[in-house]
């Protein structure tokens, strides 16, 4: 049993949300709407995905022509890729393309990856009107609260991902790589080369990880305020939560060096310490206004 959790608090918001929606306790109902609420941001993830993919590169230059169509997904592409492979085309390194698919399939990913963080805000805003019939007034606050900090730690993770952990990563890797190279002065013609869903790889996934990784302290910050978890249970179980950080950052950075793993483990270690000041404070303000409401009576 989490601290902190009283099974009765969550049995009466249950039953308010049933009154309150009007079902007659058929917790079925209750669940086809949380469907029919996914299945609408699944459509608008999928629709604007296929949208990122065909819209005309033109259009990105404000020239709205079809005229010469060529998709504009390959422009991104490419500006993604050149803010990690800086260092890397400053070397002997070779980026190949190992299909002709392998272009389509990547930017199917990257208009997935675009069209997840779009609809963000949409997908969160459908959770909270969801939940939102089963709570309080200042829960209902504090619920929109913690979704505009879930959509800005998403962000603050994906932009420390995409503009230090992955050029550090790809770089280490050149680093360690390019020796190689030149191995026997050049007597045996060694290159080095790098498919390009292999870097495509590491970019996306890292930033789209540590994006995910980074809304951690803002989930575990609702389930604090939804009193769920307690601000002691962190406390207690502070190692076990740095050993896992630590673990899925080194699972998500390849880097042999360990550098990537501790820049973006770093930031999110200390979010996680406000997270648990945060979670006194919330406590603190409670305790008080549940004196004041017995003082009046």
């Known amino acids: 049993m989490i601290a902190g959790y009283d099974p009765t608090i969550s049995q009466k918001i249950y039953a308010q949300s049933i009154y309150q929606r009007g079902f007659s306790g058929n917790s079925m109902e209750y669940l086809i709407e949380l469907i029919i609420r996914l299945r609408r941001v699944y459509a608008s993830i999928f629709l604007t995905a296929i949208a990122i993919f065909f819209v005309p590169e033109k259009f990105l230059d404000r020239q709205f022509t079809m005229h010469d169509y060529s998709p504009g997904i390959y422009r991104i592409m490419m500006v993604i890729l050149q803010t990690s492979v800086k260092l890397m085309l400053k070397t002997k390194v070779q980026i190949i393309v190992s299909s002709p698919l392998t272009t389509i399939s990547i930017g199917a990913q990257v208009a997935l990856i675009l069209s997840f963080i779009i609809n963000l805000p949409y997908l969160l805003w459908n959770l909270y009107q969801f939940m939102a019939p089963a709570l309080y007034a200042h829960e209902k606050r504090l619920l929109r609260e913690a979704m505009f900090i879930l ?20 770089n280490v890797l050149t680093v360690i790589s390019s020796p190689l190279i030149n191995y026997g002065d050049g007597k045996v013609p060694l290159a080095l080369f790098f498919t390009l869903e292999s870097i495509y790889s590491i970019i996306i996934w890292t930033v789209f990880s540590a994006g995910l990784l980074y809304m951690l302290p803002g989930i575990i910050y609702i389930l604090v305020i939804m009193e769920v978890i307690d601000p002691d249970y962190l406390v207690k179980n502070r190692k076990a939560v740095i050993l896992a950080v630590l673990t899925f950052a080194a699972v998500i950075t390849p880097d042999p060096t360990m550098v990537s793993m501790l820049v973006l483990s770093g930031p999110l ?3 996680y310490e406000a997270t648990i000041q945060m979670g006194y404070r919330n406590r603190f303000s409670r305790k008080i206004q549940s004196s004041n409401v017995w003082r009046q009576i």
Do not use: D, K, N, S
Request: charged fraction near 0%.
């Open 151 to 170: 959509i800005g730690l998403f962000f603050l993770g994906g932009v420390i991902a995409y503009f230090i952990v992955t050029p550090t990563t790809l």
């Open 269 to 271: 270690l200390v979010i």
